[in-house]
């Protein structure tokens, strides 16, 4: 079956520094790829998402591409702020048939950033 | 701006006990979800609902039903509660499973003792 394997958290971060948050799937055929994030005390919004190899997902400075070959989806920010912390969650979906979808997600890095 | 609001926000039962989560969503979706949230464990589907007046189970059902009340509304209701149901509940929707940007209320903490 399809899963989602991303970096263990917490991950504790400056503010301005790098961030890279490694995901990797297993998947049967060619699904589509998310970033879901999670702030606290509220429930997951889309971050961003690539639906083939090698597009490219953007949004608010967080990046992620769709690499086939390493069958990987690292999600990468230039300079975080204090406001990027939260849980975030790499996902997949892929057809299982009659236009529906089942999604998969993995368990979530906790990010914190410090001032 | 709802979008999908979920009630209550916390919850403590004793084991035994039942209770009905609610979910309702204002965007006119046709399918709705029903997951959990367990430290190490990500987010996990435990019913769902293509559209109005269908139900199916997801990978963690037992222990739980649910009503497409309608359109809007999707209950989950734990008839005796146990303490491996403690967790975070998140409902969810979106315009139809074909379409996969999911929407989510803001989540139960349920405890149960």
């Known amino acids: 079956g399809n899963s989602v394997t991303q970096m263990e958290g917490p991950v504790t971060l400056s503010e301005e520094a790098f961030l890279t948050i490694n995901c990797t799937y297993t998947a049967t055929g060619y699904p589509s790829l998310f970033w879901y994030v999670q702030y606290p005390g509220e429930g997951l919004q889309l971050l961003l998402k690539?639906?083939?190899?090698?597009d490219k997902g953007s949004n608010k400075g967080f990046e992620a591409t769709y690499r086939k070959e390493t069958t990987s989806f690292h999600l990468e920010k230039g300079s975080v702020q204090v406001s990027d912390s939260a849980v975030y969650f790499c996902?997949?979906?892929?057809?299982?048939?009659?236009?529906?979808?089942?999604?998969?997600f993995g368990k979530g890095t906790k990010l914190s950033v410090i001032p | 701006n709802a979008g999908v609001t979920q009630t209550p926000k916390f919850q403590v039962l004793k084991t035994g006990q039942s209770m009905t989560l609610q979910c309702a969503q204002d965007?006119?979706?046709?399918?709705m979800y029903w997951y959990r949230q367990d430290p190490g464990m990500g987010l996990r589907l435990i019913y769902y609902s293509a559209s109005e007046g269908t139900t199916d189970k997801g990978e963690v059902p037992n222990g739980y039903n649910v009503s497409r009340l309608n359109k809007r509304e999707f209950s989950l209701r734990l008839e005796s509660a146990a303490p491996s149901q403690t967790s975070v509940y998140f409902c969810?929707?979106?315009?139809?499973?074909?379409?996969?940007?999911?929407?989510f209320g803001s989540g139960t903490q349920l405890s149960v003792l």
């Open positions: 965007m006119n979706h046709n399918s």
């Open positions: 690539a639906t083939k190899a090698d």
């Open positions: 996902a997949l979906s892929e057809n299982s048939g009659a236009g529906s979808y089942q999604l998969t």
């Open positions: 969810a929707s979106n315009r139809d499973r074909g379409n996969e940007k999911l929407f």
